[in-house]
């Protein structure tokens, strides 16, 4: 088969085009971006074309796919449309790939990436999986059983797939664009789960807990009352360590190089998934110990005494673990946060605790919200200053204004996005000076 995927350099679309080569087919890709971006390492080293205009032949036995984050009346769109060509909802075809494998479907609001993650990489060296994680890694081989799929609840897309395992590991109010409040959120997640024969499930989350299911259940939690918790908890400033407790009887301690209580949480939904597939205690832990987080998440650079952590975070909940994360693994160094605000809808819903989370920063800096999908206008003309002044001693920032950072000394600078903060970085290590990076 020959696909075309427009919108490649997204995290999403680039990691299924990766699956895509990797099970035969013919993959070539479209993006407005020029510029490289980190998602385009994996389309790189399996020599997938990326093209950025509209002059290039398109093949008409193509089957073209989209980003959810282009419009219909994008010009690519409207030219694959016009020749004909047949097209394939994304999410749509992510469900036809989890058909083929034995899908272990990773939703919830937050800690996605990171739980894929764990699980792929333990599962990966044990038992061999194919693998779909949302910061743009993609792999897949047809002789693999297994498929760890980051599923992702955005205009309800996950519904689409077709898991065997499910792991949700928490629900919050988030893309207020596309539910109709908590309720329908909650009752959608619920929809997805119940297509999966095992769910795994964090218990201390109280949202979680309202998801009514006939299906064989996990809990995990902190709570010695889920069926897998952690207690004797240490975080300091080289990671995370802890017990865990199954069916009430101890099964071993685990560390973890990883910062903050989220974490924790995510790596006992990685040991439920691991443990059900037969992989030994001593095996979990030994992996556990060697892992590395996903691209964009608490990524770390140092110049001297600067740390510079590049993270997805864009959710309170999200600013608010990496802020804490920050802190635990760098108790002695000032805590800044940068924040780029993602969609109208979403800064608009949670404004006031955008606003708490940030004020807990030792100083708060934001950019002016990016978005592409919508207009302030249908949005009550919101703005980053709304946000702005409603935190102490927060300032406006932006890449012409980078330079701001200089005056902060032995600190822990945390970029926080889910759009193209890597910009700003980029600028703001251009002034550091890149030779000193560690």
Same mark, same amino acid.
């Given at each position: ?192 789960? =119940? ?5 795994? *499930?964090?218990? $201390? /989350? ?5 998801? #009514?299911?006939? @299906? ?125 605000? =993602? ?5 608009? *819903?949670?404004? $006031? /605790? ?5 004020? #807990?920063?030792? @100083? ?75």
């Amino acid at each position: 088969m020959k696909y075309y995927c427009i919108g490649i350099k997204g995290t999403g679309m680039s990691a299924l085009a990766q699956m895509l080569y990797d099970l035969g087919n013919e993959v070539v890709g479209y993006d407005d971006v020029k510029y490289y971006k980190f998602t385009e390492e994996g389309l790189k080293k399996r020599n997938i074309t990326i093209y950025t205009d509209s002059t290039h032949e398109l093949d008409p036995d193509m089957i073209v796919t989209y980003s959810k984050a282009f419009s219909l009346d994008h010009k690519e769109i409207q030219r694959v449309k016009g020749k004909g060509l047949k097209i394939i909802d994304y999410n749509e075809l992510i469900g036809e790939v989890s058909k083929q494998f034995k899908t272990i479907s990773v939703c919830g609001t937050h800690g996605k990436t990171t739980t894929s993650s764990l699980i792929k990489h333990v599962l990966y060296p044990t038992k061999g999986c194919n693998y779909f994680i949302g910061d743009g890694e993609g792999y897949a081989n047809k002789n693999n059983s297994l498929f760890v799929l980051e599923s992702c609840e955005y205009q309800k897309n996950f519904l689409s797939y077709y898991p065997t395992y499910a792991v949700l590991t928490n629900i919050e109010l988030e893309h207020v664009e596309c539910f109709d409040g908590l309720e329908d959120e909650i009752k959608t997640f619920e929809t997805f789960v =119940n297509k999966a024969e095992f769910i795994v *499930a964090c218990g $201390d /989350d109280e949202n979680v807990r309202k998801i #009514k299911t006939n @299906k064989e259940i996990v809990y995990y939690g902190f709570d010695p009352s889920n069926d897998l918790y952690a207690t004797n908890v240490e975080l300091n400033d080289t990671g995370s360590q802890f017990d865990v407790y199954m069916n009430n009887a101890f099964y071993g301690h685990f560390e973890v190089p990883l910062f903050g209580r989220h974490m924790v949480l995510n790596t006992l939904a990685c040991i439920a998934i691991c443990h059900k597939e037969g992989i030994t205690k001593d095996t979990i832990h030994d992996l556990l110990q060697t892992f590395v987080n996903a691209k964009r998440r608490f990524k770390e650079y140092t110049y001297g005494d600067i740390v510079i952590v590049d993270d997805y975070a864009h959710h309170p909940t999200e600013l608010r673990v990496t802020l804490e994360s920050a802190r635990q693994k760098y108790p002695e160094k000032e805590v800044v946060g940068v924040f780029l605000p =993602n969609t109208y809808s979403r800064t608009q *819903a949670l404004l $006031d /605790d955008f606003a708490e989370v940030l004020s #807990k920063a030792d @100083k708060a800096y934001v950019m002016d919200i990016s978005c592409d999908r919508e207009k302030p206008e249908d949005y009550g003309n919101i703005r980053s200053d709304d946000l702005i002044k409603k935190i102490p001693g927060c300032e406006k920032i932006s890449i012409e204004t980078v330079d701001k950072l200089l005056k902060h000394k032995n600190a822990v600078i945390c970029f926080m996005s889910c759009a193209n903060i890597y910009l700003i970085i980029n600028a703001f290590k251009k002034l550091l000076g890149e030779n000193n990076e560690k």
